[in-house]
Nanobody
């Protein structure tokens, strides 16, 4: 089992910044990804940013150049620095850790979610 504890989030005006953090503990495989997803009301959950255990990152197109994902491997923590926030970034943000098996199977774990609200 893996436990994910999120922090950060809140209310910010458009153009502002927020930083999300997520600390993982438990059975974390050496090959994994950590990342952030978000879900706005009435919409499906979508990937925001992900970083692999090897340091490769990937971002959703609308956040490229504004959001930066990073990891502290010693502390099993992932951060999402969000700059130039827009009202359309408003959503519940979920931390994700995905353990990857050599067989190709994957096991996803989720945080409880943290609200990010951007006012116009």
């Amino acid at each position: 089992q893996v436990q994910l504890v999120e922090s950060g989030g809140g209310l910010v005006q458009a153009g502002g910044s927020l930083r999300l953090s997520c600390a993982a503990s438990g059975s974390i495989f050496s090959i994994n990804t950590m990342g952030w997803y978000r879900q706005a009301p009435g919409k499906q959950r979508e990937l925001v940013a992900v970083i692999t255990s090897g340091g490769i990152t990937n971002y959703e197109d609308s956040v490229k150049g504004r959001f930066t994902i990073s990891r502290d491997y010693a502390r099993n923590t992932v951060h999402l620095q969000m700059n130039s926030l827009k009202p359309e970034d408003t959503a519940v943000y979920y931390c994700n850790l995905c353990n990857l098996y050599y067989t190709g199977r994957r096991h996803d774990y989720w945080g409880q979610g943290t609200q990010v609200t951007v006012s116009s």
